[in-house]
């Protein structure tokens, strides 16, 4: 039996409340009192069952006892029908008069609830995989098709003949279900022959002419490669067609695999959904017995083992074929890579990564303290020398896929104590007047700082985590294309990102201007001077907010919610006041002032009611939980109210830029940091919040797998193919 906490861990989430509630069921047999004449009547009917056993009657409960003998039978458990063939069950509690009798009833209409809840879950997400099994089946059938056009037809298309026989074999033969309970004859009857039509189907469906086959596919493969958008949108629909070239033969095996992993994993936590719950009722009805000494437990679980959660076979049988299928398409029958492929391990911890993240944390820590103490000291920062230093040098500074959270705090730890560590040598020898000569070298630091950065990034050898590293490439690159591309959850996530990261961006041009212009040069902030800087000035601040606004048109265009719509408002609000801020920070004036801070608060206003309403799902209207949303997963509802607080505070100090406050001795450049530092706290507090509600909309809609594109569309005819 497994343990509660095993339990909980072997739980997909976005089902949790599709489960047998075994605590709320535990719950009702602890409220069952046991008094003096509870342990009397115990004792009574322990000494009739020890009388019937010399008299040579039959026990209660057990295989010999008369179906008519009420006064023996503690339960009767009637079956239902329902519409859409779904079966209910209802218990008759005979022993209702005796004392805790109705305790006892409760617990069985509990008990029939959750065996109604959990069968009906269960054949609703059978028939669902069936379905889907079937579109895969056909996917399936256009691949080999295309193999037969693209490599050897003649060996290919023996294959596909031979193979009818092979799987036919197989077919025949389904397993018992996996709890090896006795099942209804009739019921596995029925069961051979779907199985036995399935297989038959399928058989049919290789014989078809694979060239026939194609006449009636498509390549949909918009979602995989931003170009065909674009190709798509510049050229007519006939460059859709398949190419039968081996380059997009191996795009189309890559992604169906990918389809065919995802399918085996639903396939196998329906089948510990299966095995949990009917552990789970075994368990309660245990439980049971041992509090009340009723047998009940044999009479009730044998209604389970023949339920449709119980006695269906149709996961195990999907199973074995998936399982097959797969290995003879995509791994040459090799069996060992196939399963190794279909089953993924959980992924090892590493405590090279522990000790790593705790090291560069502590040099950073350090790092940061000596940078501190040195600008601090012998005045720097008042010193002109300082303040040029302050204004020119400083700024250069700022800064899937399978990435834990301590591999990513590992990167970020190990790039900030590079990033403090180049800032301090620099400021050392900024500062001692003997390594004068070396300063033009110094002035590189930041510049080979970056290109080491991007070095990184784009290194196509397997180091670094080259995986997240593409993903992230991929990523950002939807968001530069966001007007033509469909968004996905990772595209706009991560341009939420960007957003808070808009100071960086604005480093930019202060490196093209620093670098690119020869300001390094003179030590002389003359950026601002010069026409064109100041344009793009303007453009860059602005390009992570466009990257959200693109794609909530894009959203609003394919969805037509008007929320989309709503909130490509706030970022054009937002565009707004960043110009304004911008214009203010180049020309000053008060009327510029003014501008700025009226658009500056109007975007807070919306930003900040959209982040807590709608990115967050708190202050709902009617909900249990006041001025939050009724499911939270947090245990301390004064988190979210602080969160919230927190996030309005955080959102006003951007506003703080405006005022342009002398908060005297801190440099206005150092302001700017600490500003932007605040801004990725408040990002970091918003991911957490964000995500929290995407998780609980996945689970409201029992979205537990991630949804895979197929690379086939069919069609029936030419008039559904020029549609």
């Known amino acids: 039996m497994t343990s509660k906490k095993d339990f909980k861990q072997q739980m997909v989430p976005e089902w949790e409340k599709e489960y047998m509630d075994y605590e709320g069921l535990k719950k009702i047999l602890k409220e069952m009192k046991s008094s003096k004449q509870t342990t009397h009547n115990r004792s009574l009917q322990h000494r009739l069952r020890l009388e019937r056993a010399f008299r040579g009657l039959p026990l209660q409960g057990s295989n010999h006892q008369r179906e008519g003998d009420i006064e023996d039978q503690v339960i009767e458990v009637k079956t239902l029908e329902q519409e859409g063939s779904k079966q209910l069950y209802k218990t008759d509690f005979h022993k209702l008069h005796e004392e805790g009798g109705e305790a006892e009833a409760r617990f069985f209409q509990k008990l029939d609830e959750e065996l109604n809840k959990v069968n009906a879950f269960y054949k609703d997400q059978v028939e669902a995989v069936n379905h889907e099994f079937n579109l895969l089946s056909k996917q399936l059938e256009a691949l080999v098709a295309l193999r037969v056009k693209v490599k050897s037809p003649d060996t290919e298309l023996k294959q596909i003949l031979s193979s009818p026989e092979e799987t036919a074999g197989q077919n025949h033969q389904p397993k018992d279900s996996m709890i090896g309970t006795e099942v209804d004859p009739v019921q596995q009857t029925n069961r051979n022959i779907h199985h036995e039509e399935q297989a038959e189907a399928h058989n049919n469906y290789n014989r078809r002419d694979p060239l026939e086959i194609l006449e009636h596919v498509k390549v949909d493969n918009s979602l995989q490669s931003p170009m065909s958008t674009f190709k798509k949108a510049f050229t007519d629909s006939s ?14 095996e890559e992604q169906l695999r990918l389809v065919f992993v995802e399918f085996y994993q639903k396939l196998l936590h329906l089948k510990d959904y299966s095995f949990m719950n009917l552990s789970e009722f075994s368990k309660i009805m245990k439980t049971y017995e041992k509090r009340t000494s009723r047998a009940a437990s044999t009479a009730y679980m044998k209604v389970v083992d023949n339920s449709y959660l119980g006695s269906s076979d149709e996961v195990n049988f999907l199973l074995e074929k998936v399982e097959s299928t797969f290995i003879r398409n995509f791994t040459h029958s090799n069996h060992k890579k196939g399963r190794k492929l279909l089953r993924q391990k959980t992924k090892t911890e590493k405590h090279s990564i522990t000790f790593f993240t705790g090291f560069f944390s502590g040099c950073f820590v350090a790092l940061l303290v000596a940078t501190i103490l040195r600008i601090t000291s012998q005045q720097f920062i008042k010193k002109k020398k300082g303040t ?11 800064a899937g896929t399978e990435l834990d959270y301590r591999e990513i705090f590992l990167l970020t730890s190990g790039h900030a104590v590079v990033v403090l560590l180049c800032f301090l040598i620099n400021l050392q020898i900024e500062m001692n007047s003997r390594s004068q000569q070396y300063k033009t070298v110094t002035e590189l630091v930041p510049l080979i700082l970056v290109l080491l950065v991007l070095l990184i990034i784009f290194c196509p050898l397997n180091i670094i985590y080259r995986s997240s590293r593409f993903f992230f490439i991929r990523c950002l690159f939807r968001c530069i294309c966001a007007p033509f591309l469909t968004v996905r959850f990772a595209d706009f996530f991560l341009a939420d990102q960007l957003t808070s990261q808009f100071q960086a961006f604005k480093s930019v041009e202060l490196y093209i201007c620093y670098y690119g212009l020869g300001e390094e040069s003179r030590r002389q902030k003359k950026c601002h001077s010069r026409g064109i800087y100041n344009v793009q000035y303007f453009i860059v601040g602005i390009i992570p907010y466009w ?20 909130n490509s408002l706030n970022y054009l609000s937002t565009i707004t006041a960043m110009v304004f801020r911008t214009a203010f920070e180049l020309k000053k004036g008060s009327s510029w002032k003014v501008l700025a801070l009226v658009t500056s608060a109007i975007a807070v206003l919306q930003n900040t009611y959209w982040d807590i309403v709608k990115d967050w799902g708190l202050l709902q209207r009617r909900s249990k939980n006041p001025c939050l949303r009724d499911k939270l997963i947090l245990p301390r509802r004064s988190v979210y109210l602080i969160a919230m607080v927190v996030d309005i505070a955080l959102r006003i100090s951007w506003m703080q830029l405006v005022f342009e406050m002398d908060w005297s001795p801190l440099h206005k450049v150092a302001i700017i940091t600490v500003t932007s530092c605040l801004e990725i706290v408040r990002r970091g507090i918003w991911n957490f919040f964000r995500l929290e509600n995407e998780y609980l909309n996945n689970v409201g809609n029992y979205r537990a797998f991630k949804s895979v594109p197929h690379p086939f569309s069919y069609y029936d005819d030419k008039e559904d193919k020029d549609d």
Do not use: T, V
Not at 391 to 397: D, R, V
């Open 239 to 252: 460059d859709n067609e398949l190419s039968f070239s081996k380059e997009e033969l191996r795009k189309i």
């Open 388 to 398: 040029f230093y302050m204004e020119n040098i400083f700024p250069l500074y700022r």
């Open 547 to 566: 990257f959200r606004l693109a794609q909530c048109m894009r959203q609003f265009y394919e969805e037509g919610d008007m929320n989309r719509a709503f």
